[in-house]
């Protein structure tokens, strides 16, 4: 009978697939479930020019803060004065086309901008500094401005005492905006080296006081209640953290986490389980490691990512693309080879991708940013040169072509389990429709990385 047919080949169906992925299991790597998710969030990885796209402008001083828009555009901030050759006072906005944009008029801001951030829906752009005065109104180190016009904002916390806020970091879920430096007071009220304010009115979130030593380079967010922070600091909330901690956001109280870590950490790159992090540092816990780490989330320990950067200074920032983690910095060499101020490193095995090589000259780079589009890899500095072209301070760099990204294998100590992540099961069909269980292949996919 026709059922008894049916469920016939459904058995034999069922008991030749089973076989099959036992079979592959013994003979492809294995990876955990967790990599698995991983490497589907990202099909195509953006392959960036070495050369200079020369239709942006340049500006007249360094650029200190890069920030992507919602539109394949860049916030710019730093100490210049003009951009393209047009007055600008330490902020400005390029369009993604290269052209400034005339319609972001800052008024005049009398002190260096050292970081930026924009609201989610892109209407206001938050900004922190050394600067005390925007427009003639006090701003005391941190202000903020309507994208629309670039006219002053009434958020105005009020950093009081101190030299200037190095970081800024945005909480869109909570509209609250995390500030790190080298401070001690914010709305008159005591808070050493990192605060929080509500985006609404600019007013202190009261429980959130860490109380840290010294000065806070980075902030990054987790999506678990909780705030990675790095710098230059030895204790947090009284507790010894040598240069990175992790605090709640509920109280700035510190956790267990614990990396230990030698020298000043200037970036923190969150990724789904570990952090990439960069500074002039040369030892995570007991571990060499100069200037660039791989740390996991759940135990502080490095992973064996290490691209080993030297000479000149320190890094300063990270942007990820796919399966590149793109660095600026002070640097000259990466993993032995030289790398001037700009690198691509394979996130795989620590390589440097031997393809992208800008080769920034005469002065450092100091900020990055990839666009929302995933078209431009934005960086700025101090620099003048990017591959022997003339880039004054801000360089543009446009796709080579988009290629598929490699599975990035699993370095944490999760369970393994036989899955088949870069492989397609194709059946062949008969002439009557019918499925023979014998008649199953596998393809590889193009460029799989195995």
Known sequence: MKSNNTNTRFFFLTFSLCLLIILVSFLVPRYSWRSLVNNTSNLFATVFSSIANTSFPTTNNTVYSVLADNSGGV??????????????????????????DSNFNPPAIDGDVYDIALSDDGSILYFGGAFTDVGGLARLRIAALNTSDGSLATFDPEVTSGFYVWDLELSTTTDILYLGGAFSAVGGETRNNIAAVNTSDGSLVSDFNPNVDDEVDTIALSASSTLYIGGSFLTVDGVARNRIAEVLTSTGSTTSFNPDISGVVQDILLSTSTMYVTGGFSTVGVTTRNRFAEITFNTGLVTDFDPDAFGGGSGHELALSGDTLYAVGAFTAV????????????????????????????????DLAISSDGNKLYFGGAFTTVGGVSRNKFAALTPVAASPTTRRRSRITTPSVPVIPAYTLTYLAGPNGSISGTSVQIVEEANNGT
């Open 75 to 100: 916030y710019i901030g730093g100490t210049f004065t003009t951009v393209g050759g047009i007055a600008y006072s330490h902020l400005a906005h390029i369009l993604s086309t290269g052209v400034v």
């Open 335 to 366: 993993g032995g080879i030289t790398r001037n101020r700009i690198v691509g490193i394979n996130t795989l095995d620590g390589t440097v991708v031997s393809a992208f090589n800008p080769n920034v000259t005469g002065g450092s780079a100091n």
